[in-house]
């Protein structure tokens, strides 16, 4: 077993039961694995990281890796903001909307908006999560594959993963960026996705998939 942990971070609605499959390739590679399980609705990401960093102060392993769906990957950029002082590791998204998300504000318009995003309106999903600092190697990974509820939301930008366009997973300072045929949720089922997120844990890269 590698003395490095991986985080995992489920995403908007979950409760990382759906990392399952994710959490054995990741597992099956030598990785230490502990998973963060957060109310998605009533916290904002920036609560949530808190709650995120009181977690891994307790992994006793000098490196630690973020593998995080959706929402996961901006409660990790809170993280990495707010408490700046994290050990060595890389950092994996999967679907994350680094810019503003349509899907995100045109539920936000309806009237039963507030229910279905939860505090995460003003707190990320609509883009003013912080920018990334570039002092960990991040990667992101997009879908491509429209299928899911999200295609009930009109005019999410194409290409998309069914709620999150690839132009939405990209930032600033992300080190690398890959899209995989997948839907929003079948980027957690995809077995080329957990290659790439093995990939850029070990190098830094998913030039090599």
Same mark, same amino acid.
């Given at each position: 077993?590698?003395?490095?942990?991986?985080?995992?971070?489920?995403?908007?609605?979950?409760?990382?039961?759906?990392?399952?499959?994710?959490?054995?390739?990741?597992?099956?590679?030598?990785?230490?694995?502990?998973?963060?399980?957060?109310?998605?609705?009533?916290?904002?990401?920036?609560?949530?990281?808190?709650?995120?960093?009181?977690?891994?102060?307790?992994?006793?392993?000098?490196?630690?890796?973020?593998?995080?769906?959706?929402?996961?990957?901006?409660?990790?950029?809170?993280?990495?903001?707010?408490?700046?002082?994290?050990?060595?590791?890389?950092?994996?998204?999967?679907?994350?909307?680094?810019?503003?998300?349509?899907?995100?504000?045109?539920? /936000?318009?309806?009237?039963?908006?507030?229910?279905? *995003? #939860?505090?995460? !309106?003003? %707190?990320?999903? $609509?883009? =003013?999560?912080?920018?990334?600092?570039?002092?960990?190697?991040?990667? /992101?990974?997009?879908?491509?594959?429209?299928?899911? *509820? #999200?295609?009930? !939301?009109? %005019?999410?930008? $194409?290409? =998309?993963?069914?709620?999150?366009?690839?132009?939405?997973?990209?930032?600033?300072?992300?080190?690398?960026?890959?899209?995989?045929?997948?839907?929003?949720?079948?980027?957690?089922?995809?077995?080329?996705?957990?290659?790439?997120?093995?990939?850029?844990?070990?190098?830094?890269?998913?030039?090599?998939?």
């Amino acid at each position: 077993m590698r003395n490095e942990t991986v985080v995992l971070i489920h995403g908007l609605w979950m409760n990382g039961w759906d990392m399952s499959l994710l959490r054995s390739r990741i597992q099956d590679n030598g990785y230490n694995i502990t998973q963060f399980s957060y109310n998605s609705l009533n916290r904002t990401p920036r609560e949530n990281a808190v709650l995120l960093q009181q977690k891994i102060q307790k992994i006793d392993t000098p490196i630690i890796h973020f593998v995080c769906h959706s929402l996961g990957g901006l409660i990790v950029r809170y993280l990495f903001s707010d408490f700046p002082e994290q050990k060595p590791g890389r950092v994996v998204t999967l679907g994350t909307p680094h810019k503003p998300s349509y899907a995100a504000y045109r539920l /936000s318009t309806l009237p039963f908006g507030n229910l279905l *995003l #939860g505090k995460n !309106i003003e %707190n990320g999903l $609509l883009g =003013n999560a912080p920018k990334w600092g570039g002092t960990h190697e991040l990667g /992101s990974i997009a879908g491509s594959l429209r299928f899911g *509820l #999200g295609v009930l !939301i009109p %005019n999410v930008p $194409l290409p =998309n993963d069914g709620t999150v366009s690839i132009d939405e997973t990209k930032m600033e300072k992300m080190k690398d960026h890959k899209i995989v045929n997948a839907s929003h949720f079948g980027l957690l089922l995809s077995s080329k996705a957990a290659h790439l997120c093995i990939e850029f844990i070990k190098n830094g890269t998913f030039k090599s998939i």
